[in-house]
């Protein structure tokens, strides 16, 4: 019997970002689940699961992460670095301010 490592904290966000896949321009989407590992947008056409997809938060830098899985209008993904806990906290405490 395997048991999996515990899921880290999850959090319901609203927050409007920017994402691009490739070349491709920005695109303007909703950020709806974020943990330090990853995050869902509500979102996103023609997304293409081997192309690495940026993201940028407001008030961070530019993040690279891999898309993990579609379904419906749903993306999840997976940052390439996870975010620092207090980077998450911080995004967190701003949700509910």
Do not use: Y
Not at 4 to 12: G, I, K, M, N
Not at 27 to 32: A, G, M, N, T, W
């Amino acid at each position: 019997m395997s048991t999996s490592p515990p899921r880290a904290p999850r959090c319901e966000i609203m927050l409007i970002c920017e994402v691009r896949q490739g070349s491709r321009p920005w695109r303007l989407v909703r950020l709806e689940d974020l943990s330090p590992e990853g995050f869902r947008i509500a979102w996103l056409p023609d997304v293409q699961a081997h192309v690495p997809l940026r993201i940028r938060i407001p008030g961070l830098q530019m993040l690279t992460a891999e898309v993990r899985w579609t379904k419906g209008d749903g993306v999840g993904c997976a940052f390439t670095a996870p975010l620092h806990v207090a980077v998450f906290e911080h995004l967190v405490r701003q949700r509910s301010d």
